[in-house]
């Protein structure tokens, strides 16, 4: 089996791509949490053009954010695959 | 625009995509495909999620139960969102072990189980009935709404639409046997599809916000007057159901088979999800969000009895858009025709491999190794096994819409396809995080969970069962579904926890959990199969020319000519995984068994793996060892090899003081002899003439005496005479003779007399030689003011004895102090030596001839010798007496 032992310490570059890489985990956590946790708590309020509108900005700014860390992460390179 | 012209606009454009089609396949064919292996391509194909669910449905769901709708498509939102962590590895997995399907990625985690695929494959069939009948209803209802009473709609033309679409799939899904089941042609369809119909939605969605209603905000007002009209009575948000359907959708986007089709089996790397990852978001936003201003304004302008499903042809329709309505009613065709394609590709792909080839594979027993009779074609058999797949998948859609009645709400339709293949998703998931989630588990969550959907979902949906019980304030369908959920994961984790999986699915697991490549599985060593049986196979399955290259390549990349490789354990894992490609694991493997007669791993082939792993740690440690060795070894060599230099240089510079040494004498005695020839010499001078020749002969007599001993004690050839004495004895008796022969200076002994008195066992004469010799070197070399020896003897802890002897002169430099003890050292100025230079050398021999050592201390204000005795004479010397004697 080819379990390569983990490096200890990155190099600056690699360093921010692993922490780039972190944080589009969190972003699937946030905009779920702004999907889910006001139109549940909260349904009258977000059932009609202020849930749209909530809604609609939610998303937007989860696919700018992710279409910005996308495009700094940029093509991986062959020393940095080995993730989690 | 009549039916019957947007029949006949319908089949052009069936005929145009099909034209597109083919010549994307000739040219993926011709190598030429890279321009069509773009991430845009694959981001447009992944709009395949937008079926005609999306299309009509969307708007119908809108206008009747509000913002809920948006839930189908945030689900896909979140999860694309986190494609880098979460897609990127699914892909990634999938394509390190050439997975040609969901059920065939769930089965080849779950250690290749047949059995599993099989019922993935079930799940995704029942699922795919009602959402193919989703599309067939669409465009039979769209059709509808161009029917005015002159024109009738032709009776049964969602036959014809059922037909016209598997006759599409067939004709693209089952062209060839691709290796990697690829289809370009349908990926490049789809891709111009998805841009029909965001055009078409783009067009009405721009129509309806500013051609009817006054923009944005007007919309966003008549969303606000839903609260209180007569058709917002669904729109409160419901919060199960909005939790429970974006978790469906969540799944749906990776486990609905079109979905994994063209977002992992068409991928041809990991790295289009970077763009894919915020683009497919995008186009979904856009269509979503397009959906309200339809929703509410059909609502607001369109009669009540209209069917919301068909406000978004209606609307045009009733402003007397008929150029628009026609461009509609293509891209619902589009997206109606893109799905039921891909999911006749992918599903049938399943069912052939995962259902029919099997079967085939049992009720055959014949040896498919043997030369290849030519009826026998597998490839055939499988493409018409898919061909079979995609008419009857497409059919069970037909039949369900009949079933159905032809009138549900289309979004009710689809949600009950999501729910069931959402039953996959735990054994998805668990099985890429989890090392301990079983196959036993597996079958028990899915076959559970789907087993409360089928009672609780399906068949109600088809009206065969009544709709299910929940207590009052649960959504029924929200409630069923996340029981099934529940259930299945419940029962994934519990049985697994308690499960020992077998070794091939342990095997397995690590490669997924860990996303590394497989390994040649271990326990193949001897493998009992042909070449030429493997390539018959291959042959049978991809064509001989293919097969042939492939093998070549193969034999090429171990260095060999020709078309058979050496079938080592590499090759053959290589090889199964190829064949996995067209025929997935579970199959793969079982053909590899039928042919190969490989068996299964067993667990101590496991222990093996880390066995190997363990040995090759263990191999680095040895080479790091003998390398550190080796620099040792050098390290002395290159000292002994400066000793040697030194010592050469040394002797060199002996044999000129030797020859000195016997010449002096020499010429002394030469000279004085001539003097004696003289007749008339006094008699005293004569007297003294011959006392100066006695002297000189003597000193060379003890200069070839020492020369003498050293040689017989290197040879080996010294009598031992051993005997007890007291050590203060002979320390007196050294002191004395060493005195008597030395300069007049007077050095200060400093003695322990009590502690000398130790009886030692050994040879007197040869240990009073060394004493003497050390004393008389302190004395020769000590230049201090006030020299000083000093003599302290001890019991050593092994019951020998120490005799240090050590001076308050300049010592001996570090440089020269692994020299003294060569013979010919000599490091002060040899007129001050007066000897040959060989004291140290013979106390040295003479101290391992007693078997005990002699070694110079560094560090003790002076020089320091120190002598070790044994406790008795080594016995090599004992037997050399007695033999002696």
């Known amino acids: 089996m080819r379990l390569r032992p983990p490096r200890l310490f990155l190099g600056r570059t690699a360093y921010r791509r692993r922490r780039l890489a972190e944080a589009t985990r969190l972003v699937p956590v946030l905009f779920a949490a702004l999907v889910l946790i006001p139109p549940i708590w909260l349904p009258q309020h977000f059932s009609y053009a202020r849930g749209a509108v909530w809604l609609a900005v939610a998303w937007a700014l989860a696919i700018a954010a992710t279409a910005a860390l996308h495009r700094a992460l940029g093509r991986p390179s062959a020393e940095d695959e080995d993730d989690a | ?885």
């Not at chain 2, 120490?802 to 002169?809: F, H, L, R, Y």
Request: hydrophobic share 50%; aromatic share 8%; proline share 5%.
């Open chain 2, 1 to 885: 625009m009549t039916p019957e012209s947007l029949v006949a606009a319908s089949v052009a454009y069936v005929a145009l995509m099909f034209l597109l089609a083919h010549a994307a396949d000739r040219a993926a064919a011709a190598g030429r495909w890279r321009w069509m292996d773009r991430p845009v391509i694959y981001t447009l194909s992944l709009s395949v999620y937008c079926s005609a669910w999306t299309f009509y449905g969307a708007v119908g769901y809108a206008s009747r139960s509000g913002l809920e709708f948006l839930t189908i498509y945030l689900g896909p939102g979140i999860v694309f969102s986190g494609a880098w962590w979460g897609l990127r590895r699914l892909v990634r997995v999938a394509r390190m072990h050439r997975v040609t399907s969901i059920a065939d990625l769930i089965s080849s985690r779950f250690g290749k189980s047949a059995g599993l695929a099989a019922l993935v494959t079930l799940i995704g069939v029942m699922a795919a009935t009602p959402y193919i009948a989703l599309q067939l209803q669409s465009v039979s209802m769209a059709l509808s709404a161009f029917a005015t009473p002159e024109h009738a709609l032709p009776r049964n033309v969602s036959v014809w639409v059922a037909l016209g679409l598997a006759a599409f799939a067939i004709l693209f899904g089952t062209r060839n046997l691709a290796v990697d089941e690829r289809h370009h042609g349908v990926v490049i369809a789809i891709a111009v599809e998805a841009v029909v119909k965001l055009a078409a939605f783009v067009a009405v969605g721009v129509f309806v916000i500013w051609g009817i209603a006054d923009g944005p905000a007007d919309v966003l007002a008549r969303i606000d007057r839903m609260s209180v009209s007569a058709g917002g009575e669904g729109w409160p948000i419901n919060p199960e159901r909005w939790f429970t359907l974006i978790l469906l959708s969540g799944a749906a986007v990776m486990v609905l088979p079109r979905m994994f089709h063209v977002l992992v089996v068409e991928a041809s790397d990991e790295d289009r999800l970077r763009q894919a990852g915020w683009a497919f978001p995008a186009y979904l936003a856009l269509m979503s969000f397009l959906v309200l201003p339809i929703a509410v304004v059909g609502a607001d302008i369109l009669p009540k009895g209209a069917n919301p499903d068909l406000y978004v042809l209606d609307l045009p329709l009733s402003q007397g858009r008929e150029a628009l309505a026609t461009l509609v009613f293509l891209g619902g065709f589009s997206s109606a025709m893109s799905m039921v394609v891909v999911s006749a590709i992918a599903l049938s792909t399943m069912m052939a491999n995962h259902w029919l080839v099997p079967l085939w594979l049992r009720l055959r027993q014949a040896a498919l190794a043997g030369p290849a009779r030519a009826p026998e074609d597998l490839g055939t058999l499988m493409l018409n096994a898919r061909r079979l797949a995609i008419l009857a998948i497409i059919g069970a859609g037909w039949l369900y819409h009949r079933m159905s009645g032809g009138t549900s709400a289309l979004a009710a339709m689809g949600t009950v396809a999501f729910s069931g293949m959402a039953q996959v998703l735990p054994a998805l998931v668990a099985g890429l995080l989890w090392r301990g989630a079983t196959r036993r588990g597996a079958i028990a969550g899915v076959v559970g969970g789907t087993l409360i959907w089928t009672l609780l979902v399906f068949l109600p949906s088809l009206g065969l069962l009544a709709q299910p019980a929940m207590p009052a304030g649960i959504d029924p369908f929200a409630g069923a579904v996340l029981l099934a959920l529940a259930v299945n994961l419940l029962l994934l984790v519990l049985i697994s926890l308690m499960d020992f999986p077998e070794p091939a699915e342990r095997l397995q697991s690590l490669s997924f959990v860990h996303a590394v490549a497989p390994d040649a599985a271990p326990g193949d060593g001897a493998p009992a199969v042909q070449p030429e049986a493997l390539l018959t196979l291959a042959g049978r399955l991809w064509g001989n020319d293919h097969a042939l290259e492939t093998f070549r390549r193969a034999a090429e990349s171990q260095g060999k000519g020709g078309y058979l490789p050496d079938l080592t354990p590499r090759f053959l894992a290589d090889f199964e995984r190829l064949l996995a490609g067209t025929v997935g694991a579970a199959t793969a493997a079982a053909l590899m068994t039928r042919v190969g007669g490989r068996g299964g791993v067993t667990v101590s082939d496991l222990m093996e793996v880390a066995g190997e792993a363990s040995r090759a740690r263990e191999d680095n440690r040895r080479l790091e060892n003998t390398s550190a060795e080796l620099a040792r070894t050098a390290a002395m060599l290159r000292e002994s090899n400066e000793k040697l230099t030194a010592l050469s240089a040394q002797k060199d510079a002996f044999l000129g003081q030797i020859s000195h040494e016997l010449r002096t004498p020499m010429t002394s005695i030469r000279a004085f002899s001539e003097f004696l020839m003289e007749p008339d010499l006094p008699t005293e001078e004569r007297a003294r003439f011959a006392g100066i020749i006695h002297d000189e002969a003597g000193r060379m007599t003890r200069l070839l005496d020492d020369l003498l001993d050293l040689s017989v004690l290197e040879a080996g050839k010294a009598r031992l005479k051993p005997g007890v004495f007291n050590l203060h004895d002979l320390i007196e008796r050294a002191l004395a003779s060493a005195g008597a022969a030395a300069s007049g200076r007077d050095f200060a002994i400093r003695r322990n007399i009590a502690a000398e008195h130790l009886p030692v066992i050994t040879d007197q004469d040869r240990l009073l030689q060394v004493l003497i010799n050390v004393i008389t070197n302190a004395r020769k070399y000590c230049s201090a003011e006030a020299p000083q020896i000093r003599i302290d003897c001890r019991r050593s802890p092994d019951g020998g004895t120490e005799i240090d002897i050590a001076d308050n002169g300049p010592g001996i430099s570090a440089g020269n102090q692994a020299l003294i003890f060569e013979k010919f050292a000599r490091l002060n100025d040899p007129a001050r030596a007066g000897g040959a230079g060989l004291g140290l050398a013979i106390c040295k021999e003479i101290m391992e001839f007693l078997g005990g050592s002699i070694a110079y201390l560094p560090g003790q204000g002076g020089a320091c010798f120190r002598i070790s005795l044994p406790p008795r004479p080594a016995r090599r010397a004992e037997n050399d007496e007695n033999a002696a004697r």
